[in-house]
Antibody, heavy 118, light 112 residues
Framework: QVQLVQSGAEVKKPGASVKVSCKAS????????ISWVRQAPGQGLEWMGW????????NYAQKLQGRVTMTTDTSTSTAYMELRSLRSDDTAVYYC???????????WGQGTLVTVSS | DIVMTQTPLSSPVTLGQPASISCRSS???????????LSWLQQRPGQPPRLLIY???NRFSGVPDRFSGSGAGTDFTLKISRVEAEDVGVYYC?????????FGQGTKLEIK
C-alpha cells in the first residue's frame, strides 16, 4: 500500500534552517510528483510547492521563493523540503502529499511539526 | 494566484441531514488539457487531510458514495447526502489547474 512517512518534530531558533524528509513506499517513486503543504496552528492549508520525482523540476509558492528548496533522492524514494531563515510564523505542521495520476493529492504523510522559537 | 473562496465557513448540520459546501475560483479552472483540477479534501481533527473528490466529481478510492462533487468553470459544490458523525471536520477545495496550487479557507462541518 502507498505510504508516505515523514521525519520527526523539530524545534528551531529564528534564522535557522530545517529539512523535513518524506519516505515513500508502495509505488514507483519516480512516476509521481510530491507536493508540500503546511498548516499553521488553528489555520488552513497552505500549498508550498511541488517537485517531480521523475526529473526534479520544481514549482514553489511565490511567498516562499528564495527560502525553500525541494529535492528528491530516488535511490531511497525520499523527498525533502528545506526551509531557511526561519521565522516564528513558519511554525506549522508540514505535510508531504503525492500528486496522483487521478489528478489530486491522493496520499499524505502524517505531518511534521516544526516549531520556531527563541 | 487563483483565489479559492468557500462558503459557508461553518456548517452546523443535523445527523442524517444533507450538507452542501460551495467553492468559487477567481478564474476558470479548465486546464489547457481539457481537465478541471478541482478537488475536495477532508481533514478530521488531529489527522492529515484526505482526498475525497478529484477533477470535480470523481470519488477517490474508499470514499463513501454519500459524498458527491459537481460544478464547472469557476463554481463548484461538495454535497454530503446524509451526514454521519464521522464526517465532522474541515473541508477544503483545492485547485491544481494553475501550476501554483491554492486551497480554499476551509469549511468546518459540525453536528448540531
Amino acid at each position: 500500500q502507498v505510504q508516505l512517512v515523514q521525519s520527526g518534530a523539530e524545534v528551531k531558533k529564528p534564522g535557522a534552517s530545517v529539512k523535513v524528509s518524506c519516505k515513500a513506499s508502495g509505488y514507483t517513486f519516480t512516476s509521481y510528483g510530491i507536493s508540500w503543504v503546511r498548516q499553521a496552528p488553528g489555520q488552513g492549508l497552505e500549498w508550498m510547492g511541488w517537485i517531480s520525482a521523475y526529473n526534479g523540476n520544481t514549482n514553489y509558492a511565490q511567498k516562499l521563493q528564495g527560502r525553500v528548496t525541494m529535492t528528491t533522492d530516488t535511490s531511497t524514494s525520499t523527498a525533502y523540503m528545506e526551509l531557511r531563515s526561519l521565522r516564528s510564523d513558519d511554525t506549522a505542521v508540514y505535510y508531504c502529499a503525492r500528486w496522483g495520476s487521478s489528478g489530486g493529492l491522493d496520499y499524505w504523510g502524517q505531518g511534521t511539526l516544526v516549531t520556531v522559537s527563541s | 494566484d487563483i483565489v479559492m473562496t468557500q462558503t459557508p465557513l461553518s456548517s452546523p448540520v443535523t445527523l442524517g441531514q444533507p450538507a452542501s459546501i460551495s467553492c468559487r475560483s477567481s478564474q476558470s479552472l479548465v486546464h489547457s488539457d481539457g481537465n478541471t483540477y478541482l478537488s475536495w479534501l477532508q481533514q478530521r481533527p488531529g489527522q492529515p487531510p484526505r482526498l475525497l473528490i478529484y477533477k470535480i466529481s470523481n470519488r477517490f478510492s474508499g470514499v463513501p458514495d454519500r459524498f458527491s462533487g459537481s460544478g464547472a468553470g469557476t463554481d463548484f459544490t461538495l454535497k454530503i447526502s446524509r451526514v454521519e458523525a464521522e464526517d465532522v471536520g474541515v473541508y477544503y477545495c483545492m485547485q491544481a489547474t494553475q501550476s501554483l496550487y491554492t486551497f480554499g479557507q476551509g469549511t468546518k462541518l459540525e453536528i448540531k
